[in-house]
């Protein structure tokens, strides 16, 4: 079994509860391009010291520093039959480049997860991370409309993208995308 997924969703979706969650399920890697670059912050590792300010203004890694990263996580084994990608490809760049990386098989499953406005920022104040200030989040959200969303039509052109409701009760979404990945997989 194959299950190559991509979970789309703006800062405060619930992507990263969700992954966690899928990512056991289905016994696939969670791939959190945040998570990773996190860590490397923490670590005081080259890339860390590099990526730490444009994180911490809610802007974007180059693109290039991003592929290389993600290329070499998922030349790791366990990411051979599957993976759950959170937060990549966030630029059209590096979603034509990992089209490119895994040909020819490509993506089988983009989840975009779909919550309201209102209950996005609202979820973000609350968890409080470094990165979580009030203008750091406008311009996470804004680059997330103006780099990220338009990649939903790349995907449903591509026939991959599926929407899900991410509004609700933390068990509940977790049951909506497994439905609608068992769908999928029995397809
Ligand atoms: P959020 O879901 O709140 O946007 P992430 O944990 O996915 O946060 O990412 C945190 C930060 O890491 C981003 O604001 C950005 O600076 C950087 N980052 C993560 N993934 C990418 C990516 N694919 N391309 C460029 N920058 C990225």
Redesign the pocket.
Same mark, same amino acid.
């Given at each position: 079994m194959n299950l190559r997924m991509i979970i789309l +969703?703006?800062? =405060? @979706?619930g992507? =990263?509860t969700q992954c966690v969650r899928l990512s056991e399920r289905y016994g696939i890697p969670h791939i959190?391009? =945040? %998570?990773?670059? !996190?860590s490397a912050v923490e670590a005081g590792t080259e890339l860390g010291r590099m @990526?730490k300010s $444009?994180? /911490? @203004? +809610? %802007?974007?890694? &180059? %693109?290039e520093?991003?592929n290389g990263i993600?290329a070499e996580r998922l030349g790791e084994s366990d990411a051979v039959e599957g993976f759950l990608l %959170? =937060?990549? &490809? !966030?630029?059209d760049i590096?979603a034509v480049w990992l089209n490119e990386a895994l040909a020819p098989g490509g993506i089988d499953l983009v989840l975009s997860l779909e919550v309201p406005d209102e209950v996005v920022i609202e979820r973000?104040l609350a968890r409080g991370?470094a /990165? /979580?200030t009030e203008a @750091? $989040?406008r311009?996470?959200l804004d680059?997330?409309e103006a780099e990220t969303a338009p990649l939903m039509g790349y995907y449903s052109d591509l026939g991959k993208l599926v929407r899900a409701n991410g509004h609700g009760e933390e068990d509940e979404v977790e049951k909506r995308l497994s439905e609608l990945i068992d769908t999928y997989l029995a397809s």
């Open positions: +969703g703006r800062q =405060g @979706a992507k =990263g959190s391009t =945040g %998570d990773m670059l !996190r @990526a $444009i994180m /911490d @203004a +809610g %802007d974007l890694v &180059p %693109d520093v991003m993600v %959170d =937060g990549f &490809p !966030r630029s590096q973000m991370r /990165d /979580d @750091a $989040i311009r996470r680059l997330y």
